[in-house]
């Protein structure tokens, strides 16, 4: 049996598709982490970067924080929040959040620091207030790259939920856990295909989302 | 009236941008601040709009303070356009027109109303509105900040290098623009460059800056080339300051000469009339010059074109200087210049003599004036 086989078995399979263990709340579950996660990283992330980038201050200690978080292996601090505050949400939330806050606050960073800044001189030279500056002449020039470290954090966080269901928490980490254990290889080929699937939407949501909320002078100069 | 009150400008690690400068700016007219790199120039201008603060002095406007009023009223109350337009690339034109009106509180459509009425005012096609700023030339751009910073009407303006980036054939259309919308207009405006010629030409006032923030002189364009300060100003200057000086003086009390010109079909009897003159002047049918040719070369009825000398470029009288009348005298082998109507039509030809003593004249004029003006 090859990887198709497997695949088509698993997907052919009815009880896959309803119940606890069925694919729609294994889907929903691991979107509903996903989709926290990022939101909660965004809500650290973007201020951060669009402040730091704005006052040109803080660029060191960003550059720090982004290695650092980088460089913490989300499995490790997933066992270990799970030994700290056993089971639950939180546990996986951190690793999921500690890993996409690095790529958004960073890219946010260099994003609002590349804009040029002759717009910006004018803007203030108009009298634009700082807010209007940094939100109606920064912000939408950046956007392409804002948007591209959410993506990159949304995909980090879309495949790394994954390893929720190593602390017992939903998702489609589930049929490959599960699946390993109890060597069922359908299991494991079909939870890996929808976690990839679901990775790649991703990808079309961002492109989806920035084709409607980036300027077409934007888009088509950088 | 922008009054700059002894304003000095320190930075935190001692350089001084600006020193003890002192300057009346007149309404409605262009002033023109020029100077090498280092001098300080966009600096005064920033202090004008409050983007730096000065350490010492204080600048009025219309007799208060300008730290009077919060800085962004200050600074919807003034056009600001910097080199490379700055314009923001997300906007379309029309709306990066509309930026102030909409700070203001114009509502967006009587804002967008506005904003093209000023893409006319400054020369854009009504069909650029919609594009967005990568879409246009370098020249355009410019066109665009301008229109800008002309939108909320406000009385003055401050232009930081804004014709440096584009090219020379360019330039010369914005300055022309800005003249003509300046004629238009009457703002007070105030306009940094480096460009010393483009202070001559723009500037109703001229304050040349020397580096260390200092001023060297301020005085209209004419005055500045005619009476440098110092030999900083001079060399400042640059070469042939006393032909660019020509500039000032207009060319409509030339006294033009009509009999050496010929229509190119003329008979050998007005040939022969002429034949004392050391050239003549060959107009076509039309009475547009072609060239000058020597009376006992030239055959009655029919001229042959090849044989012309060059008459160099005709002037306008009452439109050019005489620099230009001298340029076309010079530029011509004859050593005569060829003044033409609004359609190019000969009116009449003048000799490097006749321009010698118009110069002359008008150098007598002026001094004449500084002698009034003194004994006032």
Known sequence: ?222 | MIRIDSVTKRYPDGTVAVDRLSLEIPDRAITVLVGPSGCGKTTTLRMINRMVEPSEGSILLDGTDIRQQPVNTLRRSMGYVIQNAGLFQHRTILDNIATVPRLLGTPKKEARARAAELMERVGLDSALAKRYPYQLSGGQQQRVGVARALAADPPVLLMDEPFSAVDPVVRKGLQDELLRIQDELGKTIVFVTHDIDEAIKLGTMVAVLRTGGRLAQFAPPADLLSAPADAFVEDFLGADRGIRRLSFFPSADLELQTAPIVGVDADADKLAARADAPYLLVTDLDGRPLGWGEPDRLTAGSVEREHLLDFGRPFVPGDDSLRTALDGAVLSPTGWAVAVDGDGRAVGVVSQQVIGEAIRAAHRRVARNTEVNAAR
Not at chain 1, 86 to 105: E, K, W
């Open chain 1, 1 to 222: 049996m090859n990887v198709l086989d497997f695949a088509r078995a698993f997907f052919s399979d009815g009880a896959h598709w309803h119940g606890y263990d069925g694919i729609p709340t294994r889907f929903t579950e691991h979107l509903t982490f996903s989709v926290e996660a990022l939101l909660i990283a965004a809500a650290i992330g973007l201020p951060v970067g669009l402040l730091t980038g704005h006052y040109g201050r803080g660029g060191n200690v960003l550059a720090l924080i982004a290695t650092a978080g980088r460089a913490l292996p989300s499995f490790g601090l997933l066992v270990l929040m799970f030994i700290w505050s056993g089971f639950g949400t939180l546990p996986v939330m951190i690793p999921l959040v500690v890993l996409a806050v690095p790529p958004i606050l960073v890219t946010t960073y260099e994003a609002i620091r590349s804009v040029d800044p002759s717009p910006v001189d004018a803007a203030r030279g108009m009298g634009m207030p700082e807010t209007r500056v940094l939100f109606q002449v920064e912000v939408p020039v950046a956007l392409p790259l804002v948007l591209s470290g959410l993506r990159t954090a949304a995909i980090q966080i879309v495949s790394t939920a994954t390893i929720a269901a190593y602390v017992s928490l939903g998702g489609l980490g589930r049929y490959i856990i599960d699946g390993l254990y109890q060597k069922n290889y359908d299991k494991v080929v079909g939870g890996a295909t929808l976690v990839a699937g679901l990775a790649l939407a991703t990808l079309v949501v961002f492109w989806a989302l920035s084709r409607l909320t980036v300027s077409p002078g934007v888009r088509r100069s950088g």
